[in-house]
């Protein structure tokens, strides 16, 4: 599949390179975060044929003998690759499928001759023991999204007819392998982010929370799909699922979308008011 440099993000990694901070690479799974840090490797090795990198996913096959073990012996694992007197650039993708990954990054941290970066697909990663790194200054969180609208025609040359071509972008979204099927029709597209959302609500929702009813939640997703730059409440969310013969109250439909967040699925933009109390206030 093509791939288009995200110069942004990494230049902005190439600010932090070498900075006393844990760079954390967030967002919604399948939006490009492995991809990114691949592409920054490729950078250093092309600035140091010899940069000593340390790369690990424990998703793929040949990591899979790591799953098992704790994190301290991750850490030993990890130490053990370590050149002496140069930096070791050391890469975790999808840490919090590290048990008390938390531990393992400040072990990493503190040792002075290594730079680390991770990469997590849940905001379970920041509202751990993480987001303590993050308030005392010792973590940079870096947001991954889809494509914007200028990577998109980067990425699929459709620059003659950009009415068309953003047309086409609202309908099927800037997920970079959803963009690379939308010349085998869009159909492809749709059930490619089906499996997506399957795949984020079975490992990054149902593992964390308990979902009663999917049929409710699935009525949750759909109703803030239609609401995209509208304000929204769990009450008014409540209410209309109500009047459709769906037995939901409030509190569950609070929770529901907080997990939508967490997947980063959802952003949630507070209400602007000149008045700022009004701000609080949820319609």
Known sequence: MKKILRE???????????????????????????????????????????????????????????????????????????????????????????????????????????????????????SSKLATLLLTGRAYEINVLPFSFAEYLEFTGKTTNPDRAIANYMRTGGFPEAVGFVESGESYVYEYLKTVFRNIYENDIQKRHTIYYETSYNEVVKFLIDSIGSNVSARNITKVLTANGKKIDNKTVSRYIDTLVESYLFYKVNRYDIKGKQETITA
């Open 8 to 126: 942004r993000l990494l230049n902005k990694l190439l600010v932090l390179k070498d900075k006393n901070f844990i760079k954390v690479v967030t967002g919604v799974r399948r939006a490009g975060k492995s991809t990114l840090l691949i592409q920054f490797q490729e950078l250093l090795k092309k600035k140091n044929p010899n940069v000593s990198l340390i790369s690990i996913n424990i998703d793929l096959p040949e990591f899979h003998f790591l799953a098992e073990k704790n994190w301290k012996e991750i850490y030993d694992y990890i130490q053990s690759l370590l050149q002496e007197n140069e930096t070791n650039y050391v890469f975790i993708d999808e840490v919090q499928n590290i048990p008390e990954f938390e531990k393992l990054l400040e072990g990493l941290y503190v040792t002075s001759n290594i730079d680390l970066y991770v990469t997590g697909s849940n905001a379970y990663l920041l």
